[in-house]
């Protein structure tokens, strides 16, 4: 028994030092932390950036941004578009960078509202990013293309389940069977299928509201467990709209993303070529459109397939300030029941600039661990 011990405590302090510098600290134990913490360096947050000073369409694949292939140890994830931006240089190439490097990217590379930018990113990096050290993975997995890929390769990063990457998504599985995190043929020719149905050959919002659904309803008849309450219900439609938002040319601003575009995108991590970004910031425009032809209320399946169940607590589109309400005092406070000091601290810091990104929107701030 005495040999036990020693081996696993051996094991539990290998596990510590290894402990990534963008590793998520969330939902570990007080001892976890209190072993973790002191072999972090711990950064200052940089404040969000603000919106773009130049925010017309211009050409974003340029020379300055060159799309390279993997090396081994780069980490991508289920968000095709923070893929390409790593791919091309406007993120770090390893796919680890500070929310305020994010915020950045997704502005000069999409032209993302800065609002929405600062909003979803630190909603990520609460979630799934190392407050202490200020660095967010944008997957995923250590991916793979050298002689000698990282092994084993590890699962973290944007796919936390349930929140941004979650249930019913359009490219990849869900949790429930297993890999939720690499893109899923099959279903990427159900993207295919639905965009030349329903789409002349393009994704578009019609393409979008019918594969949304579809979606839906095939997680409630194959998954028992199906979850599509705040913040995935959120985060779901406004996966279906931000390819249109984002992903068409700018030369075009016509809200129809070609099959060629679409590929390049999901399948490459890449910029078709000649990219040009849209003009203006945009958002998720759209999700009312997708929305209404399939309204449903959150819910999910309760333990056996076709079982949905409305689910009264869960924000809605009518309900906007309740997600962010659930999101800081039950998400966040279920992750960080009691912290202290530079967690603490770290905590409060990006709470705040998480709230900068909808206090035009009439929310009440909330202050979970205080104000100081």
């Not at 630190?122 to 050290?133: K, P, S």
């Not at 309450?229 to 779901?236: D, H, K, N, Q």
Request: hydrophobic letters at 40%.
């Amino acid at each position: 028994m005495k040999a036990f011990a020693v081996l696993s405590a051996l094991a539990f302090a290998a596990r510590v030092s290894a402990f990534p510098a963008y590793g998520s600290l969330a939902g570990l134990s007080q001892r976890d932390l209190d072993l973790i913490i002191p072999t972090l360096q711990i950064r200052e947050p940089q404040a969000p950036p603000g919106p773009l000073g130049d925010n017309s369409t211009k050409l974003v694949n340029d020379a300055a941004h060159p799309w390279q292939p993997l090396q081994p140890g780069d980490i991508r994830g289920p968000c095709p578009g923070l893929n390409t931006l790593a791919s091309h240089g406007y993120l770090p190439r390893n796919g680890v960078a500070s929310p305020a490097q994010i915020i950045t990217a997704v502005q000069e590379g999409f032209n993302m509202e800065n609002g929405l930018a600062v909003f979803v990113t630190y909603a990520a990096h609460l979630v799934d990013g190392n407050l202490i050290t200020d660095l967010l993975s944008i997957g995923g997995k250590s991916d793979l293309t050298g002689p000698d890929p990282p092994a084993p390769a590890t699962v973290g990063g944007l796919n936390t389940h349930a929140v941004f990457e979650g249930d019913a998504s359009m490219t990849r599985g869900d949790a429930f069977f297993g890999n939720n995190h690499d893109l899923n043929t099959t279903l990427w020719n159900q993207f295919v299928d639905f965009s030349n149905r329903f789409g002349a050959g393009n994704y578009n919002l019609t393409v979008a509201a019918e594969l949304r659904h579809q979606r839906i309803q095939e997680s409630i008849a194959t998954n028992p467990n199906f979850s599509f309450v705040s913040p995935r219900y959120f985060t779901a439609f406004a996966e279906s709209v931000f390819p249109i938002s984002f992903f068409v040319d700018g030369r075009k601003n016509d809200s129809q993303l070609d099959l060629a575009a679409a590929s390049s995108f999901f399948l490459n991590s890449s910029f078709p070529p000649d990219f040009f970004r849209p003009d203006g910031p945009h958002g998720a425009d759209g999700i009312d459109q997708v929305f209404a032809p399939y309204p449903i209320q959150p819910g999910g399946n309760v333990g056996e397939i076709n079982s949905y169940t409305f689910d009264p607590t869960s924000a809605d589109f009518s309900t906007f300030c309740l997600l962010y309400e659930n999101f800081v005092n039950h998400t966040i406070g279920g992750l960080y029941p009691e912290p202290t000091g530079a967690l603490r601290q770290a905590l409060n810091t990006n709470l705040e600039f998480f709230y900068q990104g909808i206090k035009d929107d009439g929310c009440t701030q909330l202050f979970p661990y205080g104000k100081d």
